[in-house]
T-cell receptor, first 118, second 110 residues
Framework: DAGITQSPRHKVTETGTPVTLRCHQT?????MYWYRQDPGHGLRLIHYSYGVKDTDKGEVSDGYSVSRSKTEDFLLTLESATSSQTSVYFC?????????????????FGPGTRLTVL | SQQGEEDPQALSIQEGENATMNCSYKTSINNLQWYRQNSGRGLVHLILIRSNEREKHSGRLRVTLDTSKKSSSLLITASRAADTASYFCATKTSYDKVIFGPGTSLSVIP
Protein backbone atom coordinates (compact mmCIF):
# COMPACT_ATOMS: atom_id res chain seq x y z
CA ASP A 1 0.00 0.00 0.00
CA ALA A 2 2.73 2.44 -1.04
CA GLY A 3 4.10 2.92 2.48
CA ILE A 4 0.98 4.38 4.04
CA THR A 5 -0.30 3.35 7.44
CA GLN A 6 -3.33 4.49 9.37
CA SER A 7 -3.97 4.22 13.06
CA PRO A 8 -6.06 3.07 14.68
CA ARG A 9 -7.60 0.64 12.19
CA HIS A 10 -10.78 0.37 14.20
CA LYS A 11 -12.28 2.62 16.83
CA VAL A 12 -15.55 2.77 18.72
CA THR A 13 -16.27 5.95 20.59
CA GLU A 14 -19.17 7.82 22.12
CA THR A 15 -20.92 10.94 20.89
CA GLY A 16 -19.24 14.10 22.08
CA THR A 17 -15.76 12.67 22.56
CA PRO A 18 -12.74 13.90 20.60
CA VAL A 19 -11.12 11.49 18.19
CA THR A 20 -7.82 11.74 16.31
CA LEU A 21 -6.89 9.54 13.38
CA ARG A 22 -3.34 9.35 12.16
CA CYS A 23 -1.94 8.83 8.69
CA HIS A 24 1.76 8.10 8.30
CA GLN A 25 3.65 7.82 5.01
CA THR A 26 7.19 6.77 4.22
CA UNK A 27 7.11 7.89 0.57
CA UNK A 28 7.98 11.56 1.14
CA UNK A 29 5.00 12.56 -1.01
CA UNK A 30 4.06 16.18 -0.72
CA UNK A 31 0.29 15.87 -0.85
CA MET A 32 -1.94 14.08 1.63
CA TYR A 33 -5.70 13.68 1.78
CA TRP A 34 -8.40 12.50 4.13
CA TYR A 35 -11.56 10.93 2.70
CA ARG A 36 -14.59 9.32 4.19
CA GLN A 37 -16.40 6.46 2.49
CA ASP A 38 -20.09 5.82 3.03
CA PRO A 39 -22.46 3.50 1.16
CA GLY A 40 -23.88 5.16 -1.93
CA HIS A 41 -21.53 8.14 -1.72
CA GLY A 42 -18.19 6.84 -2.89
CA LEU A 43 -15.28 8.74 -1.42
CA ARG A 44 -15.73 12.30 -0.28
CA LEU A 45 -12.80 14.59 0.42
CA ILE A 46 -12.65 16.01 3.95
CA HIS A 47 -9.36 17.93 4.00
CA TYR A 48 -6.10 17.85 2.17
CA SER A 49 -2.56 19.10 2.65
CA TYR A 50 -0.10 20.42 0.10
CA GLY A 51 2.81 20.72 2.45
CA VAL A 52 3.85 20.98 6.08
CA LYS A 53 1.39 23.25 7.85
CA ASP A 54 -0.45 23.87 4.55
CA THR A 55 -3.97 22.48 4.51
CA ASP A 56 -7.29 23.22 2.87
CA LYS A 57 -10.90 22.10 3.11
CA GLY A 58 -12.61 19.52 0.97
CA GLU A 59 -16.30 19.06 0.28
CA VAL A 60 -17.29 17.65 3.71
CA SER A 61 -15.01 19.45 6.16
CA ASP A 62 -17.57 20.54 8.77
CA GLY A 63 -16.82 18.94 12.12
CA TYR A 64 -13.27 17.98 11.17
CA SER A 65 -9.88 19.60 11.56
CA VAL A 66 -6.46 18.51 10.38
CA SER A 67 -2.84 19.17 11.15
CA ARG A 68 0.42 18.42 9.42
CA SER A 69 3.54 19.24 11.41
CA LYS A 70 5.78 16.83 9.51
CA THR A 71 5.86 15.64 5.91
CA GLU A 72 5.12 12.09 6.94
CA ASP A 73 2.16 12.65 9.28
CA PHE A 74 -1.33 13.96 8.63
CA LEU A 75 -3.78 13.98 11.53
CA LEU A 76 -7.56 14.14 11.29
CA THR A 77 -9.43 15.29 14.41
CA LEU A 78 -13.10 15.07 15.18
CA GLU A 79 -13.42 17.66 17.93
CA SER A 80 -16.74 16.28 19.20
CA ALA A 81 -17.73 13.11 17.42
CA THR A 82 -21.32 12.65 16.22
CA SER A 83 -23.11 9.56 14.96
CA SER A 84 -23.14 11.02 11.44
CA GLN A 85 -19.35 10.71 11.46
CA THR A 86 -19.54 6.95 11.69
CA SER A 87 -17.72 5.95 8.54
CA VAL A 88 -14.60 4.44 7.06
CA TYR A 89 -11.82 7.00 6.76
CA PHE A 90 -9.09 6.74 4.17
CA CYS A 91 -5.87 8.61 3.91
CA UNK A 92 -4.25 9.06 0.50
CA UNK A 93 -1.04 10.56 -0.81
CA UNK A 94 0.13 11.80 -4.17
CA UNK A 95 3.21 13.33 -5.63
CA UNK A 96 1.23 15.89 -7.55
CA UNK A 97 -1.87 17.56 -6.21
CA UNK A 98 -4.87 15.68 -7.52
CA UNK A 99 -6.69 18.15 -9.69
CA UNK A 100 -3.95 20.75 -9.99
CA UNK A 101 -1.76 19.38 -12.76
CA UNK A 102 -2.50 18.17 -16.23
CA UNK A 103 -0.61 14.98 -15.77
CA UNK A 104 -0.29 11.95 -13.61
CA UNK A 105 -1.99 12.55 -10.30
CA UNK A 106 -2.47 9.06 -9.04
CA UNK A 107 -3.42 8.79 -5.40
CA UNK A 108 -2.19 5.98 -3.18
CA PHE A 109 -4.49 4.95 -0.39
CA GLY A 110 -3.96 3.66 3.10
CA PRO A 111 -5.87 0.65 4.49
CA GLY A 112 -8.58 2.73 6.16
CA THR A 113 -9.90 3.31 9.67
CA ARG A 114 -13.36 2.12 10.59
CA LEU A 115 -14.86 4.56 13.09
CA THR A 116 -18.10 3.94 14.93
CA VAL A 117 -19.65 6.72 16.98
CA LEU A 118 -22.31 5.48 19.38
CA SER B 1 -26.67 13.77 -8.50
CA GLN B 2 -22.96 13.11 -8.74
CA GLN B 3 -20.26 14.07 -11.20
CA GLY B 4 -19.22 10.47 -11.70
CA GLU B 5 -21.64 7.59 -11.51
CA GLU B 6 -20.82 3.99 -12.23
CA ASP B 7 -23.20 1.59 -13.85
CA PRO B 8 -24.24 -1.04 -12.96
CA GLN B 9 -24.14 -0.74 -9.18
CA ALA B 10 -23.52 -4.47 -8.95
CA LEU B 11 -22.39 -7.09 -11.44
CA SER B 12 -22.06 -10.83 -11.09
CA ILE B 13 -20.34 -12.98 -13.73
CA GLN B 14 -18.72 -16.37 -14.14
CA GLU B 15 -14.96 -16.74 -14.10
CA GLY B 16 -13.58 -16.39 -17.61
CA GLU B 17 -16.27 -14.01 -18.78
CA ASN B 18 -15.65 -10.36 -19.55
CA ALA B 19 -16.88 -7.66 -17.20
CA THR B 20 -17.88 -4.23 -18.39
CA MET B 21 -18.71 -1.31 -16.16
CA ASN B 22 -19.49 2.23 -17.14
CA CYS B 23 -18.93 5.67 -15.71
CA SER B 24 -20.92 8.72 -16.69
CA TYR B 25 -20.09 12.26 -15.71
CA LYS B 26 -21.65 15.66 -16.11
CA THR B 27 -19.00 18.35 -16.58
CA SER B 28 -15.94 18.40 -18.79
CA ILE B 29 -12.89 16.62 -17.47
CA ASN B 30 -9.13 16.69 -17.76
CA ASN B 31 -8.70 13.02 -17.04
CA LEU B 32 -10.52 10.02 -15.66
CA GLN B 33 -9.08 7.30 -13.48
CA TRP B 34 -10.30 3.88 -12.46
CA TYR B 35 -9.57 2.43 -9.05
CA ARG B 36 -10.22 -0.98 -7.50
CA GLN B 37 -11.09 -1.64 -3.87
CA ASN B 38 -10.95 -5.10 -2.37
CA SER B 39 -13.13 -5.71 0.64
CA GLY B 40 -11.73 -4.02 3.73
CA ARG B 41 -8.84 -2.41 1.87
CA GLY B 42 -7.95 0.96 0.43
CA LEU B 43 -8.34 1.91 -3.20
CA VAL B 44 -5.72 0.89 -5.73
CA HIS B 45 -5.12 2.86 -8.89
CA LEU B 46 -5.69 0.87 -12.09
CA ILE B 47 -5.47 3.19 -15.04
CA LEU B 48 -5.71 6.84 -16.07
CA ILE B 49 -7.04 8.11 -19.37
CA ARG B 50 -6.68 11.72 -20.44
CA SER B 51 -9.40 13.73 -22.12
CA ASN B 52 -7.57 13.65 -25.45
CA GLU B 53 -7.29 9.86 -25.39
CA ARG B 54 -9.97 7.46 -26.54
CA GLU B 55 -8.68 4.09 -25.40
CA LYS B 56 -6.01 2.66 -23.14
CA HIS B 57 -4.94 -0.84 -22.27
CA SER B 58 -3.21 -2.29 -19.26
CA GLY B 59 -2.94 -6.06 -19.12
CA ARG B 60 -6.49 -7.43 -19.06
CA LEU B 61 -7.94 -3.96 -18.63
CA ARG B 62 -9.29 -1.82 -21.43
CA VAL B 63 -10.61 1.66 -20.79
CA THR B 64 -12.45 3.80 -23.29
CA LEU B 65 -13.43 7.42 -23.04
CA ASP B 66 -16.12 9.16 -25.05
CA THR B 67 -16.04 12.84 -24.17
CA SER B 68 -18.98 13.61 -26.47
CA LYS B 69 -21.15 11.27 -24.41
CA LYS B 70 -19.35 12.09 -21.16
CA SER B 71 -18.82 8.45 -20.42
CA SER B 72 -16.09 5.90 -19.89
CA SER B 73 -16.10 2.14 -19.74
CA LEU B 74 -13.80 -0.32 -18.03
CA LEU B 75 -13.56 -3.77 -19.54
CA ILE B 76 -11.92 -6.62 -17.66
CA THR B 77 -11.29 -9.56 -19.96
CA ALA B 78 -11.11 -13.20 -18.92
CA SER B 79 -12.16 -12.38 -15.39
CA ARG B 80 -10.79 -14.22 -12.38
CA ALA B 81 -12.14 -14.74 -8.90
CA ALA B 82 -9.43 -12.35 -7.70
CA ASP B 83 -11.07 -9.56 -9.71
CA THR B 84 -13.94 -9.58 -7.22
CA ALA B 85 -13.90 -6.05 -5.85
CA SER B 86 -15.54 -2.64 -6.11
CA TYR B 87 -14.48 -0.43 -8.97
CA PHE B 88 -14.58 3.34 -8.87
CA CYS B 89 -14.13 5.99 -11.48
CA ALA B 90 -12.60 9.31 -10.48
CA THR B 91 -12.94 12.34 -12.69
CA LYS B 92 -10.71 15.36 -12.64
CA THR B 93 -12.75 18.31 -13.77
CA SER B 94 -11.87 21.58 -15.40
CA TYR B 95 -12.33 23.15 -11.98
CA ASP B 96 -9.41 21.11 -10.66
CA LYS B 97 -11.33 18.73 -8.49
CA VAL B 98 -11.14 14.96 -8.37
CA ILE B 99 -14.51 13.36 -7.68
CA PHE B 100 -15.10 9.69 -7.04
CA GLY B 101 -18.27 7.89 -8.07
CA PRO B 102 -20.20 5.50 -5.78
CA GLY B 103 -18.66 2.43 -7.42
CA THR B 104 -19.61 -0.85 -9.08
CA SER B 105 -19.45 -4.03 -7.04
CA LEU B 106 -18.13 -6.89 -9.16
CA SER B 107 -18.47 -10.52 -8.12
CA VAL B 108 -16.64 -13.15 -10.16
CA ILE B 109 -17.97 -16.62 -9.45
CA PRO B 110 -15.43 -19.47 -9.72
Amino acid sequence: DAGITQSPRHKVTETGTPVTLRCHQTENHRYMYWYRQDPGHGLRLIHYSYGVKDTDKGEVSDGYSVSRSKTEDFLLTLESATSSQTSVYFCAISQLLAGRFRGTDTQYFGPGTRLTVL
Amino acid sequence: SQQGEEDPQALSIQEGENATMNCSYKTSINNLQWYRQNSGRGLVHLILIRSNEREKHSGRLRVTLDTSKKSSSLLITASRAADTASYFCATKTSYDKVIFGPGTSLSVIP
